[in-house]
């Protein structure tokens, strides 16, 4: 219902739309200003709280200025030359610096830490950051209770540094045993691999055993003669890696294991959390199948298991990914983020009893952003999809208050006595707002409000809209640029750019909808531009997004079939003039679309697809695909390879050659099949590119992606 | 001056050309004919001599016929059907099959080697091919003075097979260790590393070290996961594999290494050569400069060196390719080929104290084909470089004589007399002819006529001529098909397909002069399409071939443009429409082209290329280009990395994504530097392809070249 209302505001929106810019809007985009042209982005202003106080730093005139949020009172806390003369350096710029707890400056910078009292202006501690000679070390992480402590890895080993000594943590000569890495292929929220506890007295670690997991070999063209880059890759159906949490002890460099016996190796362990007092680490174990999960808390010193606390099952699959988050007013309870009870990602309070109470009570993905004693803040999509408002829900009384008003999509950042926060918010037409704003709901402050990026560029209008999904069930979100000179007596051909996989939202109510620049320069050159989002994509709850699950791209193909075809209702669109363009799930998409709707499809460029499932990772392959020996029928429908033979348009292929997400053998093994069929399809390696290409080799794409439209559609 | 003359036969031949053919001349050629339609070449007519008899054997009506070359008369020797029976299987068709010295039946079979006695229809013997049990066995190599004699490679080792037990003649489990296998990548004439003596007491092999050469890691995508598929590929100026010729004493099972001392452990053994007596072993040692052979003399038994009967120096280079042969008539001499002494390949007589005697004095390259006791037999370029005919050379008096007298090129198999010799010839409009002829001059007998394969498909005719190479000194020939429906008075555009490289020789005066039948397609399609050699390439004496020397690419294009400007004088050629096409070397004279000439080129597809000689092989490579910290000026100016940023026409480049000749960093690295640019280049991999593409990978490749012509030029 509350969507429904969206729609009619997104309605008024569009008829009230009206390009921003006074100046002439006579320049045209290249590629170049696309990919690497910063200044069509709205400026950034940059903004922090300062310890737990109500205290906001900014960077004005070379200088670090504290402003209490209360008063509006602001001080100059320290500027750049004495920072300089402080750390003996000049700095070309500000360095970076955040704050520590107690509300002193840290500065990284140079390989050192300095902390600098800001009354005395003097340095209260510098702590150099870990190097070994002849060794390349990775995934340093500073122990900011504990001074000088670090820990990092070489090679597939972990290491601590203490200031002055270093210390192995393991010493595995056998290279398939990876300490202190990230594992499960940074699926399940994971991005680290080292954990200390919050007293800093012991080290928490994942480490896996790649032992059987397959190779994938690429080829680094940047030496000499060529070398083997070789990576790990546990394909979808085979043998996965092993996962175990090791915890060290710092005093007595001793190491245990947790003992986790549910499901089998495969398992993984998701959401590592310490508790407050460093005795517990809390897991949520998750099987192989993504089916049934336990949320276990262990005891730190011995590795055993406490308690099962809550477990979740669900026939399609669970999927944790929010580490649990101690309540400040009672440290025996915490707040556990999950979408598989009320059909939505809400917040819930639990304890170590395995109480569970239900906190926000939402029909939309909310995401915690903060608390004090009374209040657990947090952003959702409850006004609409497309817009992110923060909200406040009071623990006593459940009372939930939406705390922003502006349309758009909000960023937000709580000061420590969640009196204040910080929003740094768009919308459509609204490059960029900051402001401090206030939980009692009285006036806030605009601190920023960028210009127009855009200004002496035709930028066209951009339409955000919505379209019924296939099965009628919800509505569709779009943005549109209808091309250059438009005249609705015309007929103009269209590309659709699709993405359309989980974990993603292509459309927002952002500046600009989330606009990818390549999308204007297109409408500038006479093409109608098209993206919306599908089931299966991410903030619209459960159901929608485990539509896709075992037969990836089928409901979403539908769905963007479904804007297609409202889109080609419109008279000046060429129905004999449409292409599609996407990367990644979206060069699968564009594959899957162009061999599936071959008569609808004339030219499509596919970016670093997935061709077979079968091919690609077990970790977020078999959520959505279940495996090989379980669903044969879902990866013989979704299979490129399969339906290579009914290629009919033009095809092109681009993808980066050190490609180690979308392995290489996806695209190569499309076009063998295509060649055994002598069915035309061209192809492009970006040869040092990994899964995405950045930089000029991004201008060298676009420039090939906009030529095959033009050379073609 | 014998060449002058040959333009004038050649010019008469093109004022008198005429398609050959009586029927409509309506179909057009798809490229599923120009790859994969074997009846639009000339019929085969197998005939061979029967072991020392002066009687041939042709196979008819499915039986093996003999004829004596004298008499004319004919006998059948054996039937299929009776080879069935003998050997217990029903053959669909006639066996390969060849004859023994004696004469004897040899039916290579089902695993076995049958020897077959004609007269009493009985197999004297059948021996067995080596099998082990789970291993992949190569190079298997039979030694027929010893009946069941078999050796061959598992892995990096290498065996002997008695008929009854396996016996490892090296052991090495160090895999870079490599016994048994061809060495130096195949050049200097080299194809196997197995030498069996001739009284098959003792085997001689090549070892090579690998341990300092590179790895170039591909990828093999078609297993489950993909795999790495590693070669060992010696790059210029870079650490090269080590070899030695080991002897292996069959009876006492031991094995000497033969003392080689010139130069340093990177040299090449080349030319290996049993004495008739299996005594001693013949090498042609050659430095890796490439710049002094060495022909030593060893005692097979010692391996000690006996003596180095004479040495060659060239400033350019030396190329050492063929094995010593000895005199019939005299068995303490020896046919030695060298052009390093009169400017051509020419044969010499030699003995063990040095002699040296010249024997054939022709100024053009000659290549040995029999010998009986009076008169050794060689073909030769002497009439022109496009035509082989055969002379023969009295030993006594020196005197020469041409034998073959029908224009075209002659492949020539003598009988052991020397009396008779069958001769299989083509010239530009005879599809093939094979005659028995006389050495005694007297009329042969024709055996066989193939009729026009091209029936009922409109092929165009061929112009076969010559333009002078740039420098002026020589007459580089051509071919060139205008195309269908031809109008002098119309304008059409013009293809240049390109080879150019050493050790080649794109025309010929033999049926459609070498013709690629692309080039017919091309032509049908509406092209101009002219193929022409360059100075660098084979049968043209020494000096033509070292002008390439330390600067690859460099004469080649001068003597391609000079071609082309000659053509493009032409009122009918447009000179805006201008495209280029080659493979492997051919692709580094098109991308050389493209990038050297970019007003000229506006569409180029190159294939396989050469980009920069520092990634190409040792071997080959440091031959033609020395080395890239002796001649860095040389690999600068040739190299495609710094000519890039020149490029402006069209430029599709495919290449084998296995391809372990050019190894796919050229190509991928090329495309890198365009991409940096910013420069439009085009890319098409065959992923199951090694440097050349067959099959239905090359009709596929074939219709993408063609799209890519039509499209762009």
Not at 251 to 277: A, H, K, M, Q
Not at 437 to 461: C, H, I, M, Q, S
Request: net charge negative; glycine share 6%; hydrophobic share 35%.
């Amino acid at each position: 219902m509350k969507r429904k209302l969206l729609i009619m505001a997104v309605a008024a929106l569009m008829t009230t739309f009206s390009t921003v810019a006074q100046e002439p809007q006579s320049k045209l985009l290249t590629n170049e200003d696309v990919v690497l042209n910063r200044a069509l982005s709205p400026k950034n202003f940059a903004v922090q709280w300062i310890g737990a106080t109500d205290s906001y730093a900014t960077t004005v005139d070379n200088a670090i200025v504290a402003t209490d949020a209360r008063t509006g009172k602001s001080r100059t806390l320290i500027s750049k030359q004495e920072i300089d003369e402080l750390l003996g350096d000049t700095f070309t710029h500000m360095p970076r610096y955040t704050f520590d707890k107690a509300g002193n400056l840290v500065v990284s910078t140079m390989g050192k830490i300095y902390t600098i009292d800001l009354e005395s202006r003097s340095i209260l501690s510098q702590h150099a950051f870990p190097t070994v000679k002849d060794k390349q070390i990775a995934n340093v992480t500073h122990q900011p209770n504990n001074g000088p402590l670090f820990a990092y890895t070489i090679e597939n080993n972990l290491y601590l540094f203490d200031g002055e000594n270093h210390k192995a943590v393991t010493a595995f000569e056998d290279k398939n045993i990876v300490s202190g890495q990230s594992v499960s292929r940074n699926e399940f929220g994971i991005t680290h691999g080292i954990f200390f506890s919050p007293d800093a007295t012991q080290l928490a670690f994942f480490q896996k055993d790649e032992s059987r997991v397959s190779d994938f070999p690429m080829l680094d063209i940047t030496t000499r003669t060529g070398t083997l880059k070789n990576i790990k890759y546990p394909m979808n159906g085979m043998a996965s890696e092993h996962v175990k949490l090791g915890v060290y002890n710092i005093s007595t460099g001793e190491t245990i294991y947790l003992n986790v016996t549910e499901f089998d190796d495969e398992r993984y362990l998701t959401c590592i959390t310490w508790s407050p007092d460093s005795k517990r680490i809390y897991i949520q174990v998750l099987d192989r199948a993504q089916e049934n999960v336990a949320l276990n808390s262990y005891d730190a010193s011995t590795g055993e298991k406490i308690a099962t606390i809550l477990t979740e099952h669900n026939d399609l699959f669970v999927e944790p990914q929010h580490d649990l988050i101690w309540l400040q007013s009672d440290p025996s309870r915490f707040i556990y983020s999950t979408n598989n009870r009320d059909g939505y990602y809400n917040l819930y309070l639990c304890d170590d009893a395995g109480n569970v109470e239900r906190l926000t009570k939402t029909d939309a993905d909310v995401q915690y952003v903060g608390q004090n004693d009374k209040f657990v803040f947090y952003t959702s999509a409850e006004v609409s999809p497309v817009d992110n408002h923060l909200f406040m829900v009071e623990l006593k009384s459940g009372k939930q208050t939406r705390l922003t008003t502006a349309e758009g999509w909000h960023n937000i950042s709580m000061s420590k006595s969640g009196k204040y926060y910080l929003d740094n918010y768009s919308s459509l037409n609204v490059p960029r707002v900051v402001e401090m704003g206030r939980t009692d709901l009285k006036p806030g402050r605009e601190l920023f409000r960028a210009p127009d990026p855009t200004v002496g560029y035709n930028f066209l209008p951009i339409e955000l809209g919505s379209v019924k999904s296939a099965d009628g069930k919800y509505d569709n979100y779009y943005r549109l640029i209808k091309p250059m000179n438009f005249d609705p007596t015309k007929k103009y051909p269209v590309i659709l750019y699709v993405y359309g996989g989980p974990h993603s939202q292509m459309v927002k109510n952002t500046y600009q909808a989330q606009l990818r620049r390549w999308e204007m320069l297109m409408a500038q050159r006479g093409y109608v531009v098209f993206v919306m989002d599908n089931r299966g994509t991410s903030n619209r709850g459960a159901e929608y997004e485990k539509a896709i699950h075992r037969q990836c791209g089928q409901c979403e193909m539908q769905d963007q079939m479904a804007g297609l075809n409202w889109l080609l209702s419109h008279e000046w669109c060429d129905r004999d003039r449409v292409g599609v363009h996407g990367w990644s799930y979206g060069g699968f998409m564009t594959i899957s679309l162009m061999t599936n709707y071959p008569e609808v499809f004339k030219v499509g460029v596919s970016g670093g697809p997935v061709i077979d499932w079968k091919w690609y990772e077990i970790m977020y392959g078999e959520r959505y695909m279940d495996n090989t020996h379980n669903n044969p029928e879902g990866f013989a429908k979704t299979s490129l390879i399969n339906n290579a033979k009914n290629l009919k348009g033009k095809l092109l292929i681009c993808q980066g050659a050190i490609d180690g997400t979308c392995v290489w053998q996806h695209s190569l093994s499309f076009i063998q099949e295509c060649i055994k069929h002598t069915i035309p399809v061209d192809y492009f390696p970006y040869p040092v590119a990994e899964h995405n290409v950045f930089g000029r080799d991004a201008v060298h794409l676009y420039d090939k992606i906009t030529a095959y439209f033009e050379d073609y559609l």
